[in-house]
């Protein structure tokens, strides 16, 4: 059977396709990387002619609900069977939508992408239980930001936000494989630890702390390490409730340890989980110009959205 693979960008991603490959001893005729506010033009653009397209680990943005649904429905019109793996929070609304088309939807929340491929895609070749195990319990211990594996800081360094596709299809060939680790992993590792240890003392210094409805919120302007750890360790240094990693093209990371960002990623448009969510907002250009000489001007347009929308429930 000729199929296609749609994916997320992160590791999550890159290993749940690369399991659902090792899973089923298939290879696809394609394999596009999306994230959830692209996956329309994505699908869109795939032009697919196979029999079957696969998604991994991509979940709802409701603004595109009502496209994405609609290309759905033209996808299995033309005969093209649909599969979907995630773990991302699902309405039984959008469930229902996505169902009544024909799609074969596996939402579970209780483990990460990589989880859901493990647990529900097909097996239909001889398998390493040992290999399956390790990979998803690591990838998961990484996604889930848990770390409580051996593999899972590493492999959450293995795709960085700004990585090339070329990477990410090199992972992927090789651990659907069934190749947990080798040599170029670790080099790929070992250089990115170095060069993370020399970003940390860059962006460290232009966070940026606001409140909005008595929460403190620390803001971040693209930081050249992982969206997860900047978050993290702004996190931490700041002691503040939410952490904001703010991208230039409208592009927004939340993370929490108490709070429910993705209720405030919802209202913008995203989604996610409950302590890491995403969402994209339309960045004016006039924001956008004075940005280029003032990131501050990024970062106050940012927080006067997000103050609005979380204060405008209270």
């Known amino acids: 059977m000729e199929y296609a693979i749609v994916t997320h960008t992160d590791i999550d991603g890159v290993a749940g396709a690369a399991l ?3 899973k089923t001893g298939l290879s696809p005729t394609k394999v596009l990387f999306a994230e959830p506010f692209n996956l329309v033009d994505v699908l869109k653009s795939a032009e ?9 680990d991509l979940g709802i943005n409701p603004p595109t609900l009502s496209e994405l649904v609609d ?3 033209e996808i299995t019109r033309r005969g093209v069977a649909v599969e979907w793996y995630d773990h991302h929070v699902w309405n039984d609304e959008w469930e229902t939508l996505v169902k009544n088309l024909g799609v074969k939807l596996h939402v579970d929340t209780s483990t990460c992408g990589t989880g859901v491929v493990a647990k529900y895609s097909p097996r239909l070749t001889e398998v390493n239980e040992v290999f399956l195990n390790e990979l998803m319990n690591g990838v998961c211990g990484a996604d889930l930001w848990k770390f409580d594996h051996w593999l899972s800081p590493w492999l959450h360094r293995l795709v960085p936000r700004h ?30 630890i170095d060069w993370e240890l ?7 210094s232009n966070v940026r702390v606001a409140e909005a409805c008595g929460l403190k919120i620390a803001y971040i302007y693209e ?11 702004i ?5 503040a409730d939410i952490a904001v990693v703010v991208s230039s093209d409208g592009k927004l990371s939340f993370r929490s340890e108490n709070f429910d960002v993705r209720s405030l990623a919802v209202k913008l448009g995203g989604g996610g989980h409950v302590h890491a969510s995403g969402a994209k907002i339309r960045i004016p250009i006039t924001t956008r110009l004075k940005s280029f ?7 106050n347009y940012v927080h006067r959205v997000i103050s609005t929308t979380m204060c405008s429930e209270n």
């Not at 070329?166 to 992993?185: E, M, Q």
């Not at 020399?198 to 460290?204: H, M, Q, V």
């Not at 996190?235 to 002691?239: Q, V, Y």
């Not at 000489?293 to 970062?299: D, G, H, Q, R, V």
């Open 163 to 192: 990585g090339g596709d070329s990477w990410r299809i090199h992972l992927l060939n090789t651990l659907s494989k069934g190749v947990l680790w080798n040599d170029d992993f670790t080099n790929y590792v070992s250089n990115r």
């Open 198 to 204: 020399k970003a940390y003392s860059e962006f460290i």
């Open 48 to 56: 697919l002619v196979e029999e079957k397209v696969v998604i991994i």
């Open 293 to 299: 000489f003032n990131k501050e001007a990024l970062i």
């Open 20 to 22: 659902y490959i090792y």
């Open 71 to 73: 290309e759905l429905r």
């Open 235 to 239: 996190l931490g240094r700041s002691r």
């Open 223 to 233: 930081p050249r390490v992982n969206s997860s750890l900047a978050a993290s360790i």
